[in-house]
């Protein structure tokens, strides 16, 4: 089965400055997506970014980048010029090329200080 | 922007007793899921619905579950006996408009429901 890890419960970064979320997943599988949510205390889950697993080129989305490592079956997110509106929680997900259903990290809440 | 929209936010209930949680995908939307979080854990899979009915459940998906389209608006999740364990948050999703790979297209998430079971 699917695994997605995120090892960073809580990160904090000051605003303006880059941060990193980490997320790691575990598949036997070659072709997958990966996204990453991001969840405000409203509690609606938005999607921030994707990546197909058969594109080597790491996704963009303005201020919002991955790191996307194949091999080493890593994909974190970095940040750019955070602002206070990007404080949230942040899921990482993953989803089989053939399935519909996610598999979700436990989240990493990220503060952004003023 | 269209939102996927669920009701209530908050549902209390006894244990034992039956709940419908509602939710009112975005309207041109093909594919519906329903998620659980226990708090302090991960997002958990339930159930994913097309062209009327359930095309992948997961474990935690059990006789106790069902779902249903009524209409054509909304998309519905009833526990028929509850338990203490089925209290967490429960979030809807949508996807796909028919246009393009069903797999591109990324899924909607509504705010979610609370449901707490004393």
């Known amino acids: 089965a699917q695994t997605v890890t995120q090892s960073q419960p809580e990160m904090s970064v000051q605003e303006a400055e880059t941060v990193t979320l980490s997320c790691t997943y575990d598949?036997?599988?070659?072709?997958?997506?990966l996204f990453w949510y991001k969840q405000p205390p409203s509690r609606q889950m938005i999607l921030v970014i994707r990546?197909?697993?058969?594109?080597?080129q790491n996704a963009t989305e303005n201020r919002f980048s991955v790191n996307f490592q194949k091999a080493a079956k890593s994909f974190s997110l970095k940040i750019s010029d955070s602002q206070l509106g990007d404080a949230a929680m942040y899921f990482c997900?993953?989803?089989?090329?053939?399935?519909?259903?996610?598999?979700f990290g436990t989240g990493t809440s990220l503060t952004v200080i003023p | 922007e269209p939102e996927v929209t669920q009701t209530p936010s908050h549902q209390v209930t006894q244990m034992g007793q039956e709940v419908i949680l509602r939710c009112v995908p975005i309207?041109?939307?093909?594919?519906f899921y329903w998620y659980r979080q226990i708090l302090g854990q991960k997002v958990e899979f339930l159930v994913s619905?097309?062209?009327?009915?359930?095309?992948?459940k997961s474990e935690i998906f059990d006789d106790q579950f069902s779902v249903e389209r009524p209409d054509g608006s909304n998309f519905t999740l009833k526990i028929r006996s509850t338990k203490l364990e089925d209290s967490a948050m429960y979030f809807c999703?949508?996807?796909?408009?028919?246009?393009?790979?069903?797999?591109?297209?990324?899924?909607?998430f509504g705010d979610g429901t609370r449901l707490s079971i004393l």
């Open positions: 999703a949508s996807s796909g408009t028919g246009g393009g790979l069903i797999r591109n297209q990324p899924q909607h």
């Open positions: 598949t036997s599988e070659s072709d997958y997506y």
């Open positions: 990546q197909e697993a058969y594109k080597q």
């Open positions: 997900a993953y989803r089989t090329n053939t399935g519909n259903q996610f598999y």
């Open positions: 309207s041109n939307h093909l594919y």
């Open positions: 619905f097309y062209n009327n009915e359930i095309s992948e």
